[in-house]
């Protein structure tokens, strides 16, 4: 396994404080803004910033109110042209002289498709099922309600008073508290901390739970709470309008005659929770729509499948069938009414009504307009619709979706989505509570070249662990119960005093920057700027190192129930290039050390010759725990000589100062003194995947979704996860870096790769190429290219942010389409959602988005379909999603059973409903050549009010509701069969044209034999039954048998109820028929029920069971031969699977041994800090150090 730079840059620091990414997009603003340069408001002056209209702080998530759910929601539904179409046929069908049916026929239908479509639609839109309580539902309009009316605390006239949040406006100043989310957007003003620090936690912006820094200006943090100086505070604040960039705010503050530059760390963004830190103030500058949060969280769209996307084209060459049909039969009556009407002349008197002979010809034209509406049937949409309510309840109940832990199913947000969720090619997944848990536990360990955390039995095999076999750390009453351990043997060195163990867990509860807090008396709450450090702090602490509290000269250690307290002398930061830290202490014996700890390959070329021995051995054992997935790094020391030291300290104190090159001086500061270690051991630290997360990965792989991981995590975290859940592999031939860091060096590095992976797609003469040199109009796709090998790509968000300008966005998407995973880390909420719009733009493929958190939002919106873990970070993410469950591994029974069920289903579907409406329309066009053209109709009236609502609609509900090719076990076992919706194999425009041939052909047999078999025919007792009635009565039987018989064939999965709904049809038809041909109903209503005894007269022949025979075995063969035929001529990859699914059906094998993914690599990942650099700066400064009080109560361990 190879890991590629294809070009090598360094990333300034400057770019951004928790993210390395900047976007250069930025949203369009309102149009309030259009003439604005700035924004300027003033604090306390409620008057002032009246005369800028900024908007309150009350914020709207749904989609629908109370005032635009009508007019909106019926825009929505006519933008299917069925539904204007049927509009176009009401209008008509009111006009007396061109109508054959009555208005209220067509009136009825198109109110009840509307208002069941629109009461889904609201449904859709306002209630959702609020996790761990399955008896309460939450309501959009409910949970906006519930956010703008939240308490804060406002400074008004000199007091502090509670108000709703959405009643905070620009301008205000308010108090927020431990623990509490941030109201709006605001300037930090002062804190309960010393020097103005405010500890923040940022896990609905950018996913991480780690604690953040934020600081106030001297000028406004000095008045920390004294109310008076706050409400006399009218600091007058100049900055840059609304935007969506998270990482970036500059704007100045005018007070006292003074001005002061203002930067993203003096802003604390809405959505952020106040953590470590008792109190704030805050100048509040941004609200509601405005804040950086809500101007990410994407525009709410009203999202339809492709399906509805086809059949709108589909209905529009419907349109030209129909119309070419009724321009055909309109010229061919007047040819008639030419040549022949005259002989017609006392049972068609029109002279009186016709104008003019020009003007029977267009008459005729919109009376087969509305004879021939069925098409397009309008119960085509009120059917779909109640497939795909069907369809979304099997997911809400599928039981093994359902999160026993939290008592949660998966939920369908909406019922228009389902048939996506079996077309996916491109899933855009979060990293942090989406692929894992976010939780790191220390798993492992290696010291002095022995390993601990495995579990052996009496033979010395190493085992699994079990619950017996976990560590009682009820000894020591500072252990955190939460933390697991299963070796006992390493309680047992720490007891027995073993030294080198002992000087590791030194190593790990003194070498961080880890602030510790006491919540209650006794009971201690780390606070760590990475996971990684908190796992392993936690970790010391159980084994009896206790890391209590810090100064910025000293760090307090309880070893082993003995408080210890060691003087900081330097923390060496760390930094992604040394990817070490190292902190020099003096202990209480006078000795100064230096501990360091980092990743392998770093500390590995640090280490004393002297270790040599030790450091194989333990490069072994991390050989080992890399190819369990973990994270891990080296521990090491060194004892220093006093003189060396104190040289070595001014050099140190040199750089700090200095103002030209202080990094890289610094950094060679450091590299005097970071030498000759000596190796302590290794840690192994679990990233915990959530369960199931690899064998997932590589499910969806074997189904072809390419899956990326858009992150706002560092990279080198991204990195591993990726590997952890083999998204990248080590068998890839290799993993491109781009990480530059302007416009030019991002294309070049996407171009190298693209180079390696195919070298033609540089060349002129490439068809992309060609193609794109033609600079073809918006829309177009790109089509996708094979690479040479498999390969992965990671990339950052600054660069980013150049890829996706316009010259280079298509350069980044056929590269990343290239790769068999992507990661892109760093990445800011706006720009997951804009690379998702990328792959949509250009490639012809369905998207699905899946997070947890509110940076997910704007992508979940964006994608073709939005998917909610509900995990750890707040609902916001779920209410914003079409589906929802608590576990990604659950994302592959969502696409591989439920999406393509549903696809099938759908497309099973469609192709039946326009075939048998085809078939039944079209029989009129057959008679027109018998009747002069006349637009009159084949069937009875109440055949033609009945055929789609009740002889035809409960088989084909049946097919699409319980169909199953294969059953939820082989779907899974051969994700290939998943593949054919990914290209849309089963219902497009082809599969559309052979359902029209299918219906002409049919339609002809239909009309033609019962025609052949009526002509001149008599009965046995010689009467003739050549009459219209009963040849009626003969096409419309025939018609209902053949459709049994189609809806027979196209059903796989037979159910009680498929038997039931089909046999059942079949058997209604006859019994209403005889009951409308009974002589009671005909005698008593004669004008509305003609068929009198005819059908007790025609079903007695003979050659009336014939022609039924004769018709459905004419219309079945061609279908039989072609279903026989296509498989063995023209086979797919689907029906190989599907040939080997029938093959083990019928020849059963041994159940296989469900055995869980493997990790073979090698490759170990480094360290991974997430904190700022430079955060050891701030220890050693003296700013983190608590109040007086608190350093008390510190005592008091």
């Not at 100062?657 to 630290?685: C, F, P, Q």
Request: neutral net charge; charged residues 20%; aromatic residues 12%.
């Amino acid at each position: 396994m190879k890991y590629i730079k294809v070009f090598i840059s360094e990333i300034p620091w400057n770019c951004g404080w928790y993210y390395s990414a900047m976007s250069v997009y930025e949203r369009g603003n309102e149009d309030r803004y259009s003439k604005e340069e700035e924004r300027i408001l003033q604090a306390n002056n409620r008057k002032f910033n009246s005369l800028f209209d900024y908007p309150d702080n009350s914020i709207k998530t749904s989609k629908y109110n109370f005032f635009n759910f009508l007019p909106i929601n019926l825009f929505e539904q006519f933008q299917r042209l069925a539904n204007a179409y049927f509009l176009i046929l009401l209008v008509l069908q009111l006009i007396p002289q061109i109508s054959s049916l009555v208005w209220y026929t067509t009136v009825i239908p198109l109110v009840v498709v509307l208002s069941i479509t629109g009461v889904k639609d609201a449904i859709d839109d306002v209630v959702k099922w609020l996790p761990g309580l399955p008896s309460l539902y939450l309501k959009r309009h409910q949970s906006d309600k519930q956010v703008n009316n939240r308490s804060v605390l406002i400074l008004v006239n000199g007091r502090v008073e509670k108000d709703k949040w959405m009643n905070v406006q620009v301008g205000d100043i308010i108090k927020l508290e431990n623990d509490h989310p941030v109201t709006a957007d605001v300037l930090l003003l002062s804190s309960s901390e010393p020097y103005g620090l405010t500890y923040i936690e940022t896990a609905d912006l950018d996913g991480e739970t780690n604690l953040k820094v934020k600081q106030a200006i001297s000028v406004t943090s000095d008045m920390e709470d004294n109310l008076e100086l706050l409400s006399a505070f009218n600091g007058e604040i100049r900055c840059e309008l609304p935007n969506n960039k998270l990482d970036k705010f500059s704007g100045t503050l005018s007070y006292l005659g003074d001005t002061y530059f203002l930067d993203q760390e003096r802003l604390l963004l809405r959505g952020c929770i106040i953590r470590n830190t008792d109190w704030c103030y805050g100048l509040v500058i941004y609200t509601g729509p405005d804040t950086k949060l809500m101007q990410n969280s994407g525009q709410s769209t009203f999202k339809r499948t492709h399906v509805d996307h086809l059949m709108n084209v589909l209905v529009l060459w419907i349109f030209l069938v129909l119309g070419t049909m009724c321009f055909l039969l309109s010229i061919g009556h007047g040819i008639w009414k030419s040549n022949k009407s005259y002989f017609f002349q006392a049972f068609l008197p029109w002279e009186h009504v016709i104008a003019s002979p020009a003007t029977s010809p267009i008459l005729v034209f919109w009376s087969y307009f509305i004879v021939l509406n069925t098409m397009v049937p309008i119960s085509l949409y009120v059917s779909v619709e109640i497939i795909r309510l069907g369809n979304s309840y099997y997911i809400n109940w599928d039981r093994q979706m359902f999160y026993v832990p939290r008592n949660t199913p998966a939920q369908a947000h909406t019922t228009t989505l389902n048939e996506e969720l079996g077309q996916v090619q491109y899933v855009f997944s979060d990293k942090t509570g989406t692929l894992t848990e976010n939780v790191m536990t220390f798993s492992k360990c290696s010291i002095n070249g022995k390993t601990y955390g495995y579990c052996y039995d009496a033979n010395g095999q190493c085992v699994p662990v079990s619950l017996k076999d976990k560590v009682d750390f009820s000894y020591n009453h500072l252990a955190d119960p939460k933390f697991s351990f299963y070796d006992n043997t390493l309680v047992e060195a720490v007891k027995s005093g073993d030294h080198l163990v002992h000087l590791f867990f030194l190593c790990l509860s003194l070498c961080h920057t880890v602030m510790s807090e006491e919540k209650e008396q006794g009971e201690l709450v780390y606070q760590a700027q990475s996971p990684d450090e908190g796992a392993l702090v936690t970790a010391t602490r159980n084994f009896g190192f206790v890391f209590c509290s810090r100064s910025s000269e000293t760090i307090t250690v309880i070893e082993m129930g003995k408080t210890r307290v060691y003087r900081l002398l330097a923390i060496l930061d760390f930094s992604n290039e040394r990817k070490r830290m190292s902190v020099i202490v003096r202990t209480p014996e006078d000795r100064v050390m230096l501990f360091c700890k980092g990743a392998d390959t770093i500390i590995y070329e640090l280490l004393h010759p002297c270790c040599a021995s030790l450091a194989e051995v333990t490069m072994e054992h991390l050989d080992d725990f890399a190819r369990e997935g973990l994270r891990t790094l080296m521990v090491a020391y060194r004892e220093l000589d006093n003189a060396f030291f104190q040289t070595w300290i001014k050099k140190h104190n040199e750089a700090c100062l200095t103002s030209e090159a202080r990094e890289r001086k610094l950094t060679m500061v450091y590299e005097e003194i970071e030498k000759d270690l000596m190796l302590l051991g290794a840690t192994a630290i679990e990233d915990k995947l959530q369960s199931g997360v690899p064998e997932t990965i590589v499910t969806l792989s074997k189904a072809k979704v390419k899956v990326w991981v858009l992150t706002g995590d560092k990279q080198e975290t991204a990195v591993d996860t990726a590997y952890a859940c083999r998204i990248f592999r080590d068998e890839m031939d290799g993993v491109f870096v781009v990480e530059g860091t302007d416009r030019e060096t991002v294309l070049q590095e996407l171009r190298t790769a693209r180079k390696k992976m195919k070298p033609e797609s540089l060349l002129e003469s490439d068809p992309i190429n060609i193609y794109l040199t033609r600079k073809p109009q918006m829309p177009f796709r790109v089509l996708d290219e094979v690479p040479n090998g498999n390969y992965g790509l990671v990339i950052s968000g600054y660069s980013l942010a150049y890829a996706l300008e316009g010259g280079a966005e298509l350069e980044l998407l056929r590269t990343a389409c290239m790769c068999k995973g992507v990661v892109c880390c760093r990445v800011t909420p706006l720009q997951k959602a804009q690379v998702v719009n990328l792959v949509k733009r250009y490639k012809k493929a369905v998207t699905l988005a899946i997070g947890d958190g509110a940076n997910d939002i704007g992508m979940i919106k964006a994608a073709h379909v939005g998917v909610g873990i509900s995990g750890h970070e707040g609902l916001q993410a779920m209410l914003s999603s079409d589906f929802s469950f608590c576990q990604f591994r659950y994302l592959q029974r969502l696409l591989l059973v439920h999406g393509r069920w549903s696809y099938n289903r759908m497309c099973k579907f469609l192709s039946y409903f326009f075939y048998k409406n085809f078939t039944f329309t079209l029989v009129h066009f057959w008679y027109a050549f018998y009747n002069g053209f006349s637009a009159q109709t084949v069937y009875d009236t109440w055949f033609i009010a009945c055929y789609n609502m009740v002889y035809t609609s409960l088989p084909v509900l049946g097919l699409s509701l319980f169909e199953k090719d294969v059953n939820e076990t082989w779907s899974l076992c051969y994700p290939e069969l998943y593949e054919p919706g990914q290209h849309n194999l089963y219902f497009n425009k082809k599969e559309f044209i052979k359902c029209l041939v299918h219906g002409i052909y049919s339609s002809f047999v239909l009309f033609f034999v019962p025609m052949g078999t009526i002509v001149n025919s008599e009965r046995s007792d010689g009467k003739d039954i050549s009459d219209f009635q009963t040849f009626s009565l003969l096409v419309q039987t025939a018609l209902i048998w053949v459709m049994t018989m189609q809806i027979a064939l196209n059903t796989t999965s037979w159910t009680v109820i498929n038997h039931t709904f089909t046999w059942g049809s079949l058997g209604l038809y006859f019994s209403i028929l005889l009951v409308l041909c009974s002589d009671g109903l005909c005698l008593l209503f004669p004008s509305i029920f003609h068929f009198l005894g005819v059908a007790r007269n025609s079903l007695w022949q003979p050659h009336t069971w014939l022609c039924l025979i004769l018709s459905t075995v004419l219309c079945m063969v061609p279908v039989i031969g072609y279903n026989f035929l296509k498989p063995l001529l023209w086979p797919v990859n689907v029906d190989k699977v599907l040939n080997r699914i029938h093959f083990c059906l019928r020849h059963p094998l041994p159940p296989p041994v469900q055995t869980k993914v493997k990790h073979p690599s090698i490759r170990r990942s480094a360290y991974a800090f997430s904190h700022k650099e430079g955060f050891g700066d701030l220890i050693t400064s003296g700013k983190t150090l608590k109040s007086s009080a608190f350093r008390n109560s510190r005592k008091s361990l």
